[in-house]
C-alpha cells in the first residue's frame, strides 16, 4: 500500500515562529503537493513539486514556501507564522498516468496562537 | 474557468437509508472524476474513479454515475451506515496538463 507520512498531527505554534511539516512518501511518486483545508472552503492548493528542487506555486502560495530535497521528501515551511494560517494541511502524492490518484497523507492540524 | 460544484453542502439522514450527492463540473476538456472520501481527522482516500466513457461503476454500497454530456455526476449510497459518516470530495481532472479541481464536498452525517 501507499503510504504518505505527515510528520505532525497536532502542532500548536505562536504568531512569527517558523514552522515546519515534514511529508514523506515511499511509492517513489514524482509529483507531490501541499493542500490546506478550511471549512466551507474545501481543498486549496498552496504548492506542488513535479520533481527533485522543483516546485510551483499553487492558488494560495502567500506565506509559504517548500523544499524538495529528496524525492520522497516535501516539506512546508511557514517563514512567520500567522493567525489565518491556523489550518489542517493535507500532503499529497500523485501517482501519474490516465487515471492518476492522488494518495493523501493523515493531515497535520496547525493552530497558531 | 473550470469549476466544481458539489451538492448538497451538508447532509443528515437515518442509517439505513439512501442517499445521493451531486457533483456538477465545467472542466474541459475532461479526462476522468474521481470522489474520495475523507473520514474525520484523517486524508481522502479514494473510493472511485470515472472516465468519460464510463456510466455507472460501483464499489459496495456506493454507485457512481457520470454523464458527460451535463458534465454531471452523482454518489448513491445504498443501506447507509454509520462508518459512512465523512465528507466526500470530487475531484475533476482535464486533459493535458490541466490542474486537479476540486470541489468543496458534502458532509454527510449518517444518524441512529
Known amino acids: 500500500d501507499v503510504k504518505v507520512t505527515q510528520s505532525s498531527r497536532y502542532l500548536v505554534k505562536r504568531t512569527g515562529e517558523k514552522v515546519f511539516l515534514e511529508c514523506v512518501q515511499d511509492?517513489?511518486?514524482?509529483?507531490m503537493f501541499w493542500y490546506r483545508q478550511d471549512p466551507g472552503l474545501g481543498l486549496r492548493l498552496i504548492y506542488f513539486s513535479y520533481d527533485v528542487k522543483m516546485k510551483e506555486k499553487g492558488d494560495i502560495p502567500e506565506g509559504y514556501s517548500v523544499s524538495r530535497e529528496k524525492k520522497e521528501r516535501f516539506s512546508l515551511i511557514l517563514e512567520s507564522a500567522s493567525t489565518n494560517q491556523t489550518s489542517m494541511y493535507l500532503c499529497?502524492?500523485?501517482?501519474?498516468?490516465?487515471?492518476?490518484?492522488?494518495?493523501f497523507g493523515e493531515g497535520s492540524r496547525l493552530t497558531v496562537l | 474557468k473550470n469549476q466544481v460544484e458539489q451538492s448538497p453542502q451538508s447532509l443528515i439522514i437515518l442509517e439505513g437509508k439512501n442517499c445521493t450527492l451531486q457533483?456538477?463540473?465545467?472542466?474541459?476538456?475532461?479526462?476522468?472524476l474521481r470522489w474520495y472520501k475523507q473520514d474525520t481527522g484523517r486524508g481522502p482516500v479514494s473510493l472511485t474513479i470515472m472516465t468519460f466513457s464510463e456510466n455507472t461503476k460501483s464499489n459496495g454500497r456506493y454507485t457512481a454515475t457520470l454523464d458527460a454530456d451535463t458534465k454531471q455526476s452523482s454518489l448513491h449510497i445504498t443501506a447507509s451506515q454509520l462508518s459512512d459518516s465523512a465528507s466526500y470530495i470530487c475531484v475533476v481532472r482535464g486533459q493535458a496538463g490541466t490542474a486537479l479541481i476540486f470541489g468543496k464536498g458534502t458532509t454527510l452525517s449518517v444518524s441512529s
Open positions: 457533483c456538477n463540473y465545467t472542466v474541459s476538456p475532461f479526462s476522468n
Open positions: 499529497a502524492s500523485f501517482k501519474a498516468g490516465a487515471n492518476g490518484e492522488l494518495f
Open positions: 511509492m517513489d511518486h514524482e509529483n
